[in-house]
């Protein structure tokens, strides 16, 4: 959680973002279906005429004030990972294929959540902040001591009604998404630590 972190640690969180970013990118460009949070987004775009990106960038500001009554503390990683992610968005979705095809909408969904779960494996390794919307879902776990995955599923179910009710596309990628983020993250979570496992191993041993 240092605000001054080393420079790899900084880099690693940064191409996590723009790597999460550019999965969440994928799925709004797919049009079959958001995340839930990306439903709200869209929504907000819809009924404010500003753009995905910049509306995801509000809500991750909203969120933040939300801290603020448990008692959280943002790290620089959940600064950048509100503008980071924010701004890869909008950079990415006019750029990105809109495919008419559903078997290459399903893929690049499919594309996109295993970017996603790359991303968060990246930027969560790097510890130097929880993003916005989970640092709020923990937050107020600690707090209540309700499970965590009670609060993520009341949560998440509240925004993508919201977000569906404001015009947000809910579709198939929603429910794929919902489905395999879990284990796309814990896997690719699994990977980094192994990663880091044996770099580790070879700095400690001169020979290798």
Not at 63 to 83: D, K, M, Q, S, Y
Not at 121 to 140: E, K, V
Not at 142 to 150: D, E, L, N
């Amino acid at each position: 959680m240092s605000i001054r972190p080393k420079f790899s640690t900084l880099t690693i969180l940064i191409i996590g973002e723009v790597i999460f970013g550019l999965g969440d990118a994928l799925l709004i460009s797919a049009e079959i279906g958001n995340t839930p949070w990306t439903v709200l987004a869209e929504g907000i775009s819809i009924i404010t005429g500003i753009t995905v990106g910049q509306a995801t960038f509000v809500v991750s500001i909203v969120v933040l004030f939300l801290w603020i009554p448990i008692r959280e503390i943002p790290g620089i990683g959940t600064i950048l990972n509100a503008i980071i992610i924010a701004v890869t968005i909008d950079i990415m979705v006019p750029i990105l294929p809109t495919p008419e095809n559903l078997f290459i909408q399903i893929l690049q969904v499919f594309s996109g959540i295993i970017l996603i779960g790359i991303g968060s494996s990246m930027y969560l390794t790097a510890n130097l902040g929880p993003g916005p919307r989970d640092g709020w879902m923990t937050g107020i776990q600690k707090v209540t001591g309700i499970p965590i995955g009670r609060i993520r599923i009341t949560i998440e179910v509240s925004v993508l009604v919201i977000g569906t009710v404001l015009g947000g596309n809910l579709g198939l990628g929603t429910v794929l998404f919902a489905i395999t983020i879990g284990r796309t993250v814990a896997v690719c979570l699994a990977i980094s630590e192994r990663i880091g496992s044996t770099q580790n191993g070879a700095n400690l041993n001169p020979n290798k």
